[in-house]
């Protein structure tokens, strides 16, 4: 099985990477291939939004990272975004890269209906703020980071089997053993 993640943390050490971290251990123990995308490594311009990519199948903007994401996908079978929540949603620069890959991830028929083109793939979402538990569901923080992703995922075909909401960053920086179990279960989900 084919893994792919995808780190929105800027910070190599923070929760996240983390979290990240561990699923990827996990899923290689259990034989999976796992590849680890940064996007604070990535070379993104924005969309400019001209709409040609529904008609082209590509983007007019010159080649950049967003189409070597957008090749990774392609060839996963199951995706793991791990996100900090920024303004109760997800940081901009993930955004701008779901943005530009609009076309590789869901179709449009002709009367503009939505149409999946990863169907039969799996995701899982790891969210993390500093709002604490259970305000960051309540409040909508970790839980709007949520919301933005299984929008985008689910649009695109994908089924969710599992999300992780860490609230409370700022006071628990380190993971618990709840924490480490829930990413662990997060793969196993994913390779059922
Ligand atoms: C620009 C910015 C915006 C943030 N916005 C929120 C927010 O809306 N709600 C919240 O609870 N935490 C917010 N945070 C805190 C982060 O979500 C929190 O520190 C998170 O755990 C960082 O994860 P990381 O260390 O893995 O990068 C924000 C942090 C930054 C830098």
Redesign the pocket.
């Known amino acids: 099985m084919n893994i792919l993640i995808i780190n929105a943390?800027?910070?190599r050490d923070?929760?996240?990477?983390q979290m990240l971290g561990l699923v990827r251990k996990e899923g290689e123990a259990r034989g999976a291939e796992v590849t680890v995308v940064r996007v604070a490594d990535l070379q993104v311009r924005s969309c400019i939004g001209c709409m040609q990519c529904r008609s082209r199948q590509e983007c007019v903007l010159p080649y950049d990272d967003a189409r070597k994401v957008l090749a990774m996908i392609n060839e996963a079978d199951a995706v793991i975004v791990g996100t900090?929540?920024?303004?109760?949603n997800i940081p901009g620069s993930l955004k701008v890269l779901f943005d530009r890959i609009v076309y590789g991830m869901m179709g449009e028929s002709r009367r503009g209906m939505p149409l999946p083109l990863h169907k039969g793939k799996r995701a899982a979402f790891i969210a993390?703020?500093?709002?604490p538990w259970p305000f960051?569901i309540l409040f909508r923080?970790s839980r709007g980071a949520v919301k933005a992703l299984r929008e985008i995922f689910k649009w695109s075909g994908f089924k969710i089997v599992a999300t992780v909401e860490k609230g409370g960053?700022?006071s628990r920086p380190s993971l618990t053993g709840g924490d480490c179990h829930a990413c662990r279960k997060i793969v196993e989900r994913l390779m059922k």
């Not at 993390?128 to 709002?131: E, I, L, V, Y």
């Open positions: 943390s800027p910070r923070g929760c996240v990477s900090p929540c920024y303004w109760g993390t703020c500093s709002t960051n923080q960053t700022k």
